[in-house]
T-cell receptor, first 112, second 114 residues
Framework: AQSVTQPDIHITVSEGASLELRCNYSYGATPYLFWYVQSPGQGLQLLLKYFSGDTLVQGIKGFEAEFKRSQSSFNLRKPSVHWSDAAEYFCAVGAGNNDMRFGAGTRLTVKP | NAGVTQTPKFRILKIGQSMTLQCAQDMNHNYMYWYRQDPGMGLKLIYYSVGAGITDKGEVPNGYNVSRSTTEDFPLRLELAAPSQTSVYFC?????????????FGPGTRLTVT
């Protein structure tokens, strides 16, 4: 079965600094990849997704992610972080019917 | 549209009690899902449904039951609650099925079993 690893449990960045959250997946074929964000006390909201085609995908709130097949990675980036970006971020891989696997999440703290 | 709604938001159960977590969606989605989220573990799929009257097990179904009598509602039943079921439960829905389907999540139910 597919799996997802998010190596960083917690990341702290200063407001205005750039951000990169790492995600590695394991799956035998081309995966469907997602990044979700969860604000405190809320459900998950989709930031962006990759199915095929251009390996650099743009999402909401100024986020982007790049699919690198050779590295089995789908890292999330943002050029300049805002205080409102503080949240938990989940990478997920979909494969097969209704089988989506989530990573353990990365908690982002933004320093003023 | 309200999207995906869940009730209650919080609940404390004693060991051995039972309860039903409610989930409803108003987006006319055929596909609905129940996940549990444990600290540091991400989300794990408990059960899912591909339409009214059709349900199937996910990765961690033991100790839970579901039913789907209407398109809108997908309740999750806990029988004989155990401390291991302390978790945050999320319901989700999607318009289509398959690996690429975007799922829409409810706000969650925080359950504590003591």
């Amino acid at each position: 079965a597919q799996s997802v690893t998010q190596p960083d449990i917690h990341i702290t960045v200063s407001e205005g600094a750039s951000l990169e959250l790492r995600c590695n997946y394991s799956y035998g074929a081309t995966p469907y990849l997602f990044w979700y964000v969860q604000s405190p006390g809320q459900g998950l909201q989709l930031l962006l997704k990759y199915f095929s085609g251009d390996t650099l995908v743009q999402g909401i709130k100024g986020f982007e992610a790049e699919f690198k097949r050779s590295q089995s990675s789908f890292n999330l980036r943002k050029p300049s972080v805002h205080w409102s970006d503080a949240a938990e971020y989940f990478c997920a891989v979909g494969a097969g019917n209704n089988d989506m696997r989530f990573g353990a999440g990365t908690r982002l703290t933004v320093k003023p | 549209n309200a999207g995906v709604t869940q009730t209650p938001k919080f609940r404390i159960l004693k060991i051995g009690q039972s309860m039903t977590l409610q989930c409803a969606q108003d987006m006319n989605h055929n596909y609905m899902y129940w996940y549990r989220q444990d600290p540091g573990m991400g989300l794990k799929l408990i059960y899912y449904s591909v339409g009214a009257g059709i349900t199937d097990k996910g990765e961690v179904p033991n100790g839970y039951n579901v039913s789907r009598s209407t398109t809108e509602d997908f309740p999750l039943r806990l029988e004989l609650a155990a401390p291991s079921q302390t978790s945050v439960y999320f319901c989700a829905s999607s318009y289509s099925s398959g690996a690429g389907a975007e799922q829409y999540f409810g706000p969650g139910t925080r359950l504590t079993v003591t």
